[in-house]
């Protein structure tokens, strides 16, 4: 009976130690699986954005250099593609953010791994690699970094230029006031010149 048992409690050491090392493997895997997700997620963005911006600059540029543009009707245009980029942008520095977080996860999970290896020469190959890889993947994430502070820049140079689209539309709104009101000054002296020569025929009537 005592030797049943003891081979009951061995078989249950070994299953306990199974399915420990299976629910390690399986964090580890989902770790990595949720870093490609993230960093999958930013691509697509950062695609959708750079196709946005592109093309909306693209536009405005034509549009501006036809002849006699409607610059109201430009910079309505151009707002509405400008706030659809700027969400965008906000989604791209979210994606950025949670990889950052989730690659943090992934080397600490990765590091966790090497460290539980018995054989010391193994353990210190291991964590090397790791160390190796989280630098390259370190430099590669600063050169995102600043490239996403560059087009903080040119969203920035962007809403500028809408600002000046807008003022100039307002002053050829202005100068097109102008006009028209140069339009109505000459008709008003044509009125007030006609009723000049109205009040004088009624003036020769009562003679």
Not at 112 to 138: F, P, Q, Y
Not at 151 to 172: C, K, P, Y
Not at 173 to 190: D, F, M, T, W
């Amino acid at each position: 009976m005592k030797k049943g048992l003891i081979v009951l409690a061995g078989i249950a050491l070994a299953l306990s130690v199974a399915s420990c090392r299976w629910k390690t493997t399986k964090t580890a895997l989902k770790n990595g699986e949720v870093l490609k997700a993230s960093v999958e997620s930013f691509e697509k963005n950062r695609k959708i954005l750079s196709d946005k911006l592109i093309s909306s600059l693209e536009e405005a540029e034509e549009s501006l250099t036809q002849e006699s543009p409607d610059l109201p009707q430009v910079s309505k245009d151009f707002e509405i593609e400008w706030n659809n980029i700027q969400k965008r942008y906000e989604k791209l520095k979210l994606d950025f953010s949670d990889v950052g977080e989730n690659s943090t996860t992934y080397f600490d999970k990765l590091n966790e791994l090497s460290s539980s290896i018995s054989n010391e020469r193994l353990r210190k190959e291991e964590l090397a690699k790791n160390a190796d890889l989280r630098k390259k993947w370190e430099v590669s994430y600063k050169e995102a970094e600043v490239n996403i502070q560059k087009i903080t820049t040119v969203l920035e140079e962007g809403h500028d230029f809408h600002m000046v689209l807008v003022a100039s539309s307002i002053r050829q709104k202005l100068e097109q006031n102008v006009e028209e009101l140069r339009r109505i000054a000459e008709q008003a002296k044509s009125l007030l010149t006609d009723l000049e020569a109205f009040t004088q025929a009624g003036r020769e009537l009562v003679k």
